[in-house]
């Protein structure tokens, strides 16, 4: 598929004065980049696996993780010559996962339950790394998707309550209370402390003595290797998760299924 948002330079077209920053000109080839259609391959390839990664903590649904996960590259790649002027255009496109995300769960939220969940596992993990990121999928796999979505945004982003009010269209009370409600809930079944002591925010999000948010870090991180892992091989292990029925869990390896169809990748 092409890039429709990649424009070649015209050589014979009049150079830009010296005095005129490149972040002026986002369709400008910047120096020593090279080929923005490599670039944007580089940039997919780099970056694919955590973005799918934290698309699948936000919603507990693969293939709706994976369907903003390929909105979000689309719009990325037809403005490309804008996104790899930002600052950060791993925030730019996390940023448009989420927002796609956001928009398609108002359609089936009023009749959301836990569902099953089928992940790629990541080979490289211990057995007690793979138990803990399991077990924080699971914990996460019981939240109402609105508490779901603000204890990511907030315990694994760094997002503050004004951020994700304003993302979501929700009130400040609102976050905070969806927040509580979720960081009791997983520290219930993560059996860990919640540190509920405060009711205002935090100054600082990730703090070394908060175990809820370093079991989510835990989590993401072990999805990011398991999607890079998955990429590299034809028949993925699968670590399988049953959410409903009181949130049983239990693993699989598989190298005989038929592998399954990546759409994130399709439009490439």
């Known amino acids: 598929m092409g890039r429709p948002g990649v424009q070649k330079p015209d050589p014979d077209a009049e150079k830009p004065s010296a005095e005129k920053p490149s972040a002026e000109r986002p369709g400008a080839e910047k120096p020593g980049m090279g ?7 580089a940039f997919y390839a780099r970056t694919y696996p955590w973005l799918a990664a934290r698309a699948v903590m936000l919603s507990g649904n693969r293939q709706n993780a994976e369907d903003a996960v ?28 989420r927002r796609k995300l956001s928009r398609d769960g108002r359609r089936w939220w009023f009749r959301w339950k836990p569902v099953e ?25 019981t939240l109402p998707p609105r508490q779901r979505q603000v204890v990511v945004m907030h315990s694994l982003e760094g997002m503050s309550y004004q951020a994700i009010s304003a993302e979501l269209g929700i009130s400040v009370g609102s976050v905070g209370s969806n927040l509580h409600k979720a960081r009791a809930r997983l520290s219930l079944l993560l059996d860990v402390s919640p540190d509920l002591s405060r009711s205002g925010e935090r100054l600082l999000t990730r703090m070394a003595e908060d175990p809820l948010t370093v079991a989510l870090h835990g989590a993401v991180e072990w999805l990011t290797d398991g999607f890079r892992d ?12 049953d959410t409903a029925q009181g ?14 169809t990546d759409t994130a990748r399709e439009h490439r």
């Open 70 to 97: 390929q909105e979000a590259y689309i719009e990325a790649m037809r403005r490309w010559p804008e996104v790899r002027t930002c600052a950060s255009p791993e925030a730019w496109v996390t940023t448009t996962m």
């Open 230 to 241: 998955e990429s590299h091989r034809p028949g993925p292990d699968a670590a399988r998760m």
């Open 35 to 41: 080929n923005a259609e490599e670039e944007f391959d």
């Open 247 to 260: 949130g049983t869990v239990r693993t699989e390896t598989s190298r005989t299924e038929t592998p399954r």
């Open 117 to 141: 969940l089928t992940v790629p596992a990541a080979t490289t993990a211990t057995v007690e790394e793979t138990a803990e990121a399991l077990a924080a999928l699971r914990a996460l796999g």
